[in-house]
């Protein structure tokens, strides 16, 4: 019998698809071996090997996260640094290389899913889309949504936006309305606070504009000349656009906040391991007191309930 070739066992033939069943039997069970490593591809073995952690963060967000030459500073860098600090003691890696990566508001999620950056700095309001894409460390900050006006904004404007129409009899509805009806508002495009404005305008019947924007700069530019009557969006991020060197002048940032929400640093999906080392790295950082000195420094100070949100956003031992 010639190497290789077997008979069928019912015509005694030669059964010529033995070397393809033989070949295809082999590239299985080369495909098998290789499914472990697949599978078990993690941030922190992609870390391990290349002995580098790369922060992914938005360029322009200050205080979370502001571009300096080849490297990044804020609140949230900050704690993407104790993260790294984790790493090298975790996986016993003294010399990590900390790489920092800008990426765009269109670009941050993909960044992150596709691995280009081991994590986004800069905290993200969680929601159930991006959770299709991509996971959640524990929150690092909670977000206030409020709104920057014209300091000779109508009074009728002001009364509503800060809250001062009484809540009470069949006039409410109609001094909204009269209050915020013909204004233009802005906020940035895509966002959660732009799906926010827009659910209220509907459910108030609000005749009005909204336009959005790239950045808080444009909105912030669209109201000091006039060509918006209010810009929503996150309060730290509007004290930081008003108060820096060369803003306009003639605005102001309302006291009201009209939603909470906490925010968090993206991590890869499906990436428990990793996901647990950034939640141990913040919940240490909680119960230390380090993020409490961060939160000083960059964002002005804490408070009581700043102080009782730290304690439950921070995860047990």
């Not at 698809?17 to 599978?39: C, D, G, H, Q, S």
């Not at 993690?42 to 090997?49: F, H």
Request: hydrophobic residues 40%.
């Amino acid at each position: 019998r010639q190497p290789g070739l077997h008979r069928h066992l019912h015509t005694g033939k030669p059964d010529m698809n033995v070397p393809f069943i033989k070949t295809t039997r082999f590239l299985l069970a080369l495909a098998f071996l290789t499914l472990p490593l697949m599978a078990s591809a993690s941030t922190l073995e992609r870390v391990r090997s290349s002995h580098s952690f790369t922060m992914g963060y938005l360029p322009d967000l200050a205080p979370f996260s502001t571009q300096e030459g080849d490297k990044a500073s804020g609140y949230a860098i900050e704690q993407c640094l104790k993260v790294a600090d984790k790493l090298k003691r975790e996986l016993g890696l003294p010399d990590l290389q900390v790489r920092y990566q800008p990426v765009t508001v269109y670009e941050q999620v993909s960044a992150v899913s596709q691995g280009k950056v081991d994590i986004l700095c800069t905290p993200t309001p969680p929601t159930l889309e991006r959770r299709k894409s991509i996971s959640y460390a524990i929150p690092i900050y909670t977000a206030g949504l409020s709104v920057v006006v014209r300091k000779d904004a109508p009074e009728s404007l002001l009364n509503v936006l800060n809250g001062k129409v009484a809540n009470s009899g069949p006039t409410w509805r109609a001094s909204i309305n009269s209050g915020l009806a013909n204004h233009t508002y802005a906020t940035i495009e895509g966002g959660v606070t732009e799906d926010w404005i827009r659910e209220r305008m509907r459910l108030l019947g609000v005749i009005a504009s909204l336009v959005t924007v790239a950045n808080n700069d444009e909105g912030i530019k669209l109201v000091a000349d006039g060509k918006a009557d209010a810009f929503f969006a996150e309060r730290m991020l509007l004290k930081n656009e008003i108060a820096k060197e060369g803003a306009p002048k003639n605005l102001m940032l309302l006291d009201r906040i009209f939603e909470y929400s906490p925010v968090a640093m993206m991590v890869e999906r499906n990436d428990d391991d990793f996901r647990l080392l950034v939640d141990t790295a913040l919940s240490e950082a909680y119960r230390s007191g380090s993020i409490e000195k961060d939160y000083d420094k960059y964002l002005g100070g804490t408070n009581d309930i700043v102080k009782k949100l730290f304690r439950v956003y921070a995860l047990p031992e």
